[in-house]
């Protein structure tokens, strides 16, 4: 059984985790899986939006505590493998937000640390009543600290420093307040609320979607007026699509748009 699965329903891409006895950990295996897959989507013109979520009793626990304490017996202590280890994590946290299609997280259980991070990093998140949300790793010693960067770009710095040096775990109402996701539902309903939110991601415009993702993450790291400007030649693009034409054209003559795409 793969480590990772995907299934493709109506231009959506269903990708599960699926180590429940590992809690889904991001071991070596599950990065070089979900890094391997994401490059597939990236270049498949037939998916238009990303569900990601775990089998058992746990989105994600972060990362392989096991395989971690395995690589310290290094001459080296470990070092080169944990740079190498935690390179290889933010290059797949970096590819999910660079995926020009949205990815949304389908989160359950808990989601923990490098878990935790990965409900951050994703484009927008839904979770089930009960789900458990922490950056947790100062438990143990281990100070979040690349789970951080996707947290803090989330949520208010303060609520995001206490998660970090506290340890404790924050309940699903209270991250959507935070914004750390977008809905919170029955468990019975998480499958569904998810596909719903994906298949309308995935039924407008693919292209709009694509230029707007990149523009969204771009514009966020610079300043007012660099964003202005940056965001207006991002739209002038748009506007210049055939399909955004018919868009317009469709939503003045009250019919639905016969886009190319």
């Known amino acids: 059984m793969a480590i990772l699965e995907r299934r493709d329903v109506n231009a959506v891409a269903h990708l599960t985790m699926n180590a429940p006895e590992r809690l889904n950990a991001l071991s070596d295996e599950m990065l070089a899986a979900l890094q391997s897959t994401l490059g597939e989507i990236k270049d498949d013109t037939s998916i238009r939006a990303v ?22 017996q290094a001459e080296d202590g470990g070092k080169a493998y944990f740079k190498d280890l935690f390179d290889r994590c933010a290059t797949m946290m970096m590819t999910i937000q660079a995926l020009p299609q949205p990815v949304i997280a389908q ?9 935790c991070q990965m409900v951050a990093t994703c484009d ?50 209270e991250a959507e307040k935070l914004g750390l996701i977008n809905h919170v539902v029955p468990a019975q309903d998480l499958e569904t609320s998810a596909t719903q939110l994906a298949e309308t991601v995935a039924a407008k415009l693919s292209a709009a979607v694509k230029i707007g993702k990149e523009a969204f993450y771009t514009q966020a790291m610079m300043s007012t007026q660099d ?9 002038v693009e748009n506007m210049l699509f055939r399909d955004t034409e018919e868009g317009i054209s469709a939503f003045l003559e009250k019919r639905s748009p016969d886009w190319s795409q």
């Open 51 to 72: 569900v990601l979520s775990g089998t058992g009793k746990a989105f994600c626990a972060g990362h392989d505590l096991k395989q971690m304490t395995a690589g310290r």
């Open 107 to 115: 989160v359950h259980g808990i989601a923990t640390a490098a878990g």
């Open 124 to 173: 927008m998140a839904v979770a089930a009543e009960g789900t458990k949300f922490g950056v947790n790793g100062v438990n143990i010693g281990l100070f979040c600290s690349t789970p951080m960067v996707a947290l803090s770009r989330n949520i208010a710095r303060k609520k995001a420093f206490e998660m970090l040096t506290t340890g404790k775990f924050i309940d699903a109402d």
């Open 227 to 235: 964003a202005y400007a940056y965001a207006g030649n991002a739209m």
